[in-house]
């Protein structure tokens, strides 16, 4: 396969070299107040004749992750490049395309002064309705809109207003994105793979806003250069640190305390960026609910980047977070036993921009790892049950930029590491290392107005043989106001997540490979449609299916304990998510209603015995039918107020008709010596659902300038202000109620310098 | 008013319901488990009420009547709560009856609900017949030794216990000890084959481990008897030879028999079988164990010109270049290198052997070193007996009781015998005999009669190493009958066993003396028919050497008195 795709490179390396007549214009975008690269800014050339007027239609691009615009294939002569971002001054500048070499051209947007905090633009990249394909952009001003007990925002509480994306409770960090599964989620921080990056109380994940510069939420149909999961992909971009000058900031609220210090290194050059948040919980917010909340978390981050040349950037990051708590409640039977889990991430990122060709090639180093554990075994002093992932990745990501069509191309190669001990009758430890190595092709062309994106991903397992050949799709057509997109593919996920889904509150996750023939996939297609009537409205509307193979659900049996059973199934997912985004002068609204169908087949061995039927169709426990989220957000006498509304329909669980004891009839029972096991008496799984869910947030933030740099942001927040009593779950065991959070009064400060 | 509206939603969203029921109940009233036991006096029944909550007090007094009755026989039984509290701290209601099934039966039991709304739940048991279990020949490998034991004519056989009998444990070692010894899942394999149910008893690797396990291993043990007891069932207790997934029959109504409720109540017993492995596998296993590979060959007889060997084991023994010898090595018979004695078997050898009192004949290793004697006692005086020759009854067995400076004590297994050499032994000299043994599970009895003038008085027991704990036997006034109620050594099980009569019998001993007291009868027994005896008809021993005729079964019980067949269709 090497030599094949060597000279297909070679072609297109060459291809994407300045031809005779041509030249073309490259550069990044950044911010002239602290270097960082401005995401999706719009860069125009406009060309010019001789005497300097407008001449033909001008060629334009959006700037990446990294700020990089690259217009390729200019023909020579003089033009004027118009670069324009919110909140930033657009400028104009007249550039000279001479034949040759494909010339850099980097921008310095200063902020534009005296603007409002709610923007009104048209040409916004990101936003609530701003979902194209499954594709939805974050930014992360818009993260620090959503009501959340502290002063900074945190992407997970974003992640929620999604209309596709369900979570079953305030405590556990479980997000199911349009029908998949929590483990079916692939989460890349600047590349690194970060597998179970929410904290275990709902409102925190690992990634608070100020160290974010935007994220991408595939909420499927994702494109060739991701894969191993099958479900969806959040592709999260840091900034990259303060180039110009130090800025530091420190909060306390009730949940976290959390600071950040970021500084130029050689300034304008190389930059870092630290960050760390500490839960405080069992010391705040518990005392403040007067509830017990066993919850101790936290994270830390840092970066360092640098412009080692003009077209090459280093950067250097690591992430550590750890989790521990007891996310059940005791409420009879067995004692819920604490769960713990620890992720870590370091890596290396190299941009590149050879001058003799339109081509972008990025190199990234990196390695992951997650450990989790849940209970203690008191004799021997470790848990009773740990798993662990983890996995070396180094990949080559390849743009070039040819005409009418950006190619974007890549390899991988990975080992793998999975441990497991679960201390369960009949084994199930066992120790994996494996390797995976792979390629994509993801042509991208475009005609006018309509953009073509065809792909195929090939990853292969060499120890034992296993390939995957994934073709996806997706295609994008902008019209006036109107946009229609579609997308689609194929998806296989060779590790897998199994946990006991039956309860809710046991977010212990083992993770293995799947069998040989046995590997969970799935096809994704999505048709949407948005509409922007006015430059402050936006409607979307997404249709989606999910046809998911060779899942593995949790296998219901009657004993009432922890259990990694799991029985094969075949799953469906039907929905349509909707929203509106109005962003008027100074008031910002977003609704969002998704309707879903989540559907399982499972195929077991017992089901028959158990319910004379082959296949147990059911919804499992994260199919919400309907979602709806409104944010209503303004600023009134120099407060930002807030307000978030959240209703779910009620999740299936699985009712009781009661409870007894079971005495085995494998051995003739001594009924006087023999207590025999407590035993539920189910009715069939998820015949019952919840009710319904939904809760008021509502916060007030006012920042008060106390001398030049030196800022302080006070906060008031209210989280479930109505008191509503939402169910988290049912004891699966002892059919118990336990509820979600009651009402929490939040009061948080922000100190910040040079912010 | 608009302006209020958002408001009311909200208020609305408020009051909504926010309370789902998570246990909907269910017609079925109660699960029950436990098995019948035709061989047992009493049975337990586990009744586990369905509970709307998991936590639900169970330990005061059930709201339910129990009932069963038999549908052939029409027997009933009535059934009464016990609450029991368990190590796990739960407590359970175990249902119990004074009552032993019959076998063969259908047996329905139902539960009511004496409250609310009177549901019912009720199970039909299927007894199954009793039968015997057979031991054959034992496979000997280089790691395991293992026994097949056979039950015939049984619908189904789901397991077995293996129980070893033992002495020298730790903390009691002068007391016999009875371990269980566990088998890893799949370790004991039990097939059917040509209407028989065969285990596969996998003696050696599930005692060494047990031993081991338990810090037992070579520590002086010493094995007194093994059992297997197999666990026949009702062909409705249909548990695979891998048995049943646990995961998967836990769920309610995956395995059950039970109407109105859950939960799963069988027919079954046990069968058991004794046997004693050849030392060669008890040291193996862990057992203290004399040095010698014929360490339990016994000398068996002695008559004129003959000495009569016996190997009471399973296995084939290897006796090349022993002796034996009424004097010294040299003078003894030196038996061919070739000889090897078979499980069960007798070895006759031909020599200048004699029943002369105050002698002794001893089988001797190749070295000299001395294996098994037979010490021929004084003649007893004032008996009318014929003494043709002197040995074991039965075969093999062997308990020697302590002597004096002018007695050297006897041996309760030997005494003077009918000359049968190579083959079983029968004494000379019955005073009395086991007349009829009458089976109900706790409650049976063993009657004797007194067939000579000198029987003085009889202890009757089941086991050989319960000789001395076996029950006395008390006259019927008027009667030549004597009879002892089951209990203590003397276990008078409904699927079968031995009894032994150990008699005293003689002239009235001098002041200072007692009469002599030997084992004079055995009686192996089959399965019992309920409200049936088995016994002489007519009473008593017809032949010294035929000690089965007139053996009957399926007699009227007839306790100190004559026995007496059964009368058609009682």
């Known amino acids: 396969m090497a030599r094949p795709l060597l000279t297909l490179l070679s072609v297109l390396f060459v291809a994407g070299s300045a031809l005779a007549q041509t030249g073309g214009l490259r550069g990044f975008v950044t911010g002239a107040d602290d270097g960082q690269p401005l995401i999706g800014a719009t860069v125009l050339a406009q060309p010019l004749d001789a005497d300097g007027n407008p001449q033909g239609d001008p060629r334009g691009s959006a700037t990446d992750i990294d700020g990089l615009y690259v217009i390729p294939r200019l023909s020579v002569g003089e033009y004027v490049v118009r670069v324009s971002y919110v909140g930033y001054e657009t400028q104009s500048e007249l550039v000279t395309i001479e034949a040759g070499p494909i010339r850099s051209y980097d921008v310095a947007l200063p902020v534009e002064t005296g603007g409002l905090e709610v923007v009104v633009e048209s040409e916004r990249s990101a936003g609530g309705a701003r979902v194209t394909a499954g594709v939805q952009a974050i930014d992360p001003k818009d993260i620090e809109i959503v009501p959340a007990p502290d002063v900074s925002g945190d992407l997970v509480s974003y992640l929620t207003t999604s209309p596709g994306v369900v979570t079953t409770g305030d405590r556990g960090g479980q997000l199911f994105v349009r029908g998949g599964e929590p483990s079916q989620n692939l989460v890349l921080l600047d590349g690194m793979a970060l597998y179970q990056p929410f904290h275990v109380l709902g409102f925190y994940s690992a990634f608070p806003s100020d160290i974010l510069a935007g994220a991408d939420l595939y909420a499927g149909g994702y494109p060739a250069r991701f894969g191993g999961q099958v479900s969806s992909v959040l592709d999260i971009q840091t900034r990259n640190g303060n180039k110009r000058a130090f800025a530091a900031a420190g909060s306390v609220a009730p949940f976290v305390s959390a600071a950040r210090v970021e500084g130029p290194l050689v300034p304008g050059a190389a930059s870092f960026v630290v960050s760390g948040r500490k839960s405080v919980v069992e010391e705040g917010a518990s005392r403040i609910v007067d509830q017990d909340l066993p919850y101790d978390f936290g994270d830390v981050f840092g970066k360092v980047h640098g412009v080692l040349t003009p077209n090459a950037q280093l950067s250097v990051q690591g992430i550590h977070t750890y989790d521990r708590g007891t996310i059940g409640e005791d409420v009879g039977g067995d004692v819920p036993e604490e769960v713990g889990y620890r992720n870590t991430a370091a890596g290396l990122r190299f941009l590149y921009l050879p001058n003799v060709s339109a081509l972008r090639a990025e190199i990234l180093v990196n390695v992951s790892q997650l450990e989790s554990e849940q209970g203690l075994d008191t004799l021997r002093n470790v848990p009773l049950r740990a798993s662990s992932i983890g996995r070396l990745n180094a990949e080559t990501n390849l743009t070039f930029y040819l005409p009418s069509v950006d190619l974007h191309t890549g390899v991988f190669v990975r080992t793998n590491r999975l441990t497991s001990d679960l201390r369960l009758a009949g084994g199930d430890n066992l120790r994996e290392f494996f390797t995976e190595a792979g390629a994509y092709v993801e042509p991208e062309l475009r005609l006018g107005g309509l953009s073509l994106q065809g792909g195929l991903r090939i990853q292969s397992y060499p120890n034992d043989g296993r390939t995957y050949l994934e073709p996806r799709a997706r295609a994008v057509w902008q019209g006036g106001v109107h946009e229609v997109s579609a997308a689609g593919g194929l998806y296989h996920q060779e590790v897998i997540g199994v946990n006991d889904r039956r309860d809710v509150a046991n977010v212990f996750t083992a993770w293995t490979r799947a069998r040989q023939d046995e590997v969970p996939s799935a096809w994704h297609g999505i048709v949407g449609y948005r509409v922007t009537p006015t430059p402050w409205l936006e409607l979307v509307a997404e249709g989606y299916v999910k046809f998911l193979d060779n899942l593995q659900v949790s296998e219901w049996t009657a004993f009432p304990r922890f259990s990694t059973g799991t029985q094969p199934a075949t799953g469906e997912v039907y929905g349509l998510d909707t929203r509106v985004e109005v962003r008027a002068r100074n008031a910002y609204a977003y609704v969002s209603y998704g309707l879903a169908e989540v559907t399982y087949d499972a195929q077991g061995p017992n089901l028959q015995l158990w319910y004379g039927e082959e296949t147990l169709r059911f919804n499992p426990p994260h199919d919400r039918r309907h979602q709806l989220n409104a944010l209503v957000s303004t600023t009134v006498a120099g407060v930002d107020l807030s307000a978030r509304f959240q209703f779910g329909s009620g999740l299936p669980f699985t009712r009781a008709l009661g409870f007894d004891r079971f005495i085995s009839p494998n051995t003739p029972p001594d009924v006087v010596e023999t207590p025999g096991t407590r035993r539920v008496i189910y009715e069939r799984p998820y015949n019952g659902r919840l009710p319904t869910f939904h809760r008021l947030d509502l916060s007030a933030d006012r920042t008060f300038r106390l001398s030049p740099g030196l800022d302080l942001t006070a906060q008031v927040a209210l989280i479930n202000a109505y008191d509503r009593a939402n169910v988290f779950y049912y004891d699966t065991f002892t059919l118990r109620r336990v509820d979600q959070l009651p009402l929490i009064p939040s009061f948080g400060i922000k100190l910040a310098v040079n912010d | ?570």
């Open chain 2, 1 to 570: 008013m608009t302006r209020l509206l958002p408001l009311l939603g909200l208020v609305a969203l408020a009051a909504c319901s926010d309370a789902v029921d998570p246990t909907l109940g269910t017609p079925q009233a109660f699960s029950l488990y436990g098995y019948l036991d035709p061989t047992a006096s009493r049975q337990a029944v586990r009744v586990a009420p369905i509970l709307g909550t998991i936590d639900a007090d169970t330990s005061r007094t059930l709201a339910a009547r129990v009932t069963s009755v038999e549908r052939g026989t029409g027997r009933t039984a009535a059934w009464r709560d016990s609450v029991v509290v368990y190590r796990d701290g739960s407590a359970g209601h175990i249902f119990v009856a004074d009552y032993t099934p019959t076998p063969g039966e259908t047996v329905e039991l139902r539960v009511e609900e004496t409250d609310g709304d009177q549901r019912v739940t009720t199970v039909e048991v299927d007894v199954p017949f009793l039968a015997r279990s057979e031991i054959g020949e034992p496979l000997a490998g280089v790691s395991e030794t293992t026994y097949p034991v056979t039950v015939r004519g049984v619908p189904r056989v789901i397991g077995g216990t293996l129980r070893l009998y033992v002495t020298g444990f730790p903390t009691a070692p002068s007391d016999t000890t009875t371990l269980v010894v566990p088998f890893e899942p799949g370790q004991l394999p039990i097939r059917e084959e040509a209407g028989q149910w065969v285990a596969t008893v996998p003696f050696l690797a599930a005692t060494r481990a047990y031993l081991q396990t338990n810090g037992l291993y070579q520590r002086g043990l010493t094995l007194l008897e093994a059992e297997f007891a197999p666990f026949v069932t009702s062909a409705s207790w249909a548990v695979p030879p891998g048995g049943l997934d646990e995961e998967a029959v836990v769920e309610p109504g995956a395995f059950t028999n039970v109407n109105g409720g859950f939960g799963f109540v069988g027919g079954g017993f046990e069968a058991p079988v004794r046997w004693l492995p050849s030392p060669g596998t008890q040291y193996r296993a862990g057992f203290a164990i004399e040095n010698d590979p014929a360490g339990f060959i016994a000398v068996n007889e002695v008559g004129e010109g003959f000495a009569e060997l016996y190997n009471p084991t399973l296995e084939p023994v290897g006796l090349g270049g022993y002796y034996v010898t009424a004097a010294g090595l040299q003078d003894g018979t030196r038996l061919p290198l070739s000889t090897v004695i078979e499980p069960g078997e007798f070895l006759v050898v031909d020599g200048p052997f004699a029943v002369v009192p105050e002698t002794e004949v001893k089988l001797l290793s190749p070295s000299g070193r001395q294996v098994s004697r037979m010490y021929i006692e004084p003649l007893t005086g004032g008996l009318d007996y014929e003494q043709e020759t002197w040995g074991s009854y039965p075969d093999g067995l062997s308990f020697p009781t302590r002597g004096t400076a002018d007695n050297p004590g006897t041996d309760l297994f030997h005494g003077p015998l009918i000359a049968t050499p190579g083959g079983p032994n029968r004494p000379s000299l019955v005073p009395a005999v086991i007349n009829e043994l009458y089976t109900e599970g706790e409650a049976g009895w063993a009657e004797v009669l007194e067939t000579d003038r000198s029987f003085a008085s009889a202890t009757l027991f089941s086991t050989p190493r319960d000789l001395f704990g076996g029950r006395r036997a008390a006259r019927a006034a008027g009667t030549p009958f004597l009879v002892a109620q089951e209990g203590d050594g003397l276990e008078l099980s409904q699927s079968g066993g031995v009894v032994y009569l150990l008699a005293s019998y003689g002239p009235a001993p001098d002041p200072g003396s007692v009469r002599p007291q030997r084992v004079v009868d055995a009686r192996a027994y089959g399965p019992q028919t309920p409200g049936r005896s088995v016994g002489y008809l007519p009473d008593g021993l017809a032949s010294p050497r035929e000690p089965d005729l007139n053996w009957t079964e399926g007699l009227l019980p007839t306790r100190g008195a004559p026995n007496a067949a059964a009368r058609l269709g009682l």
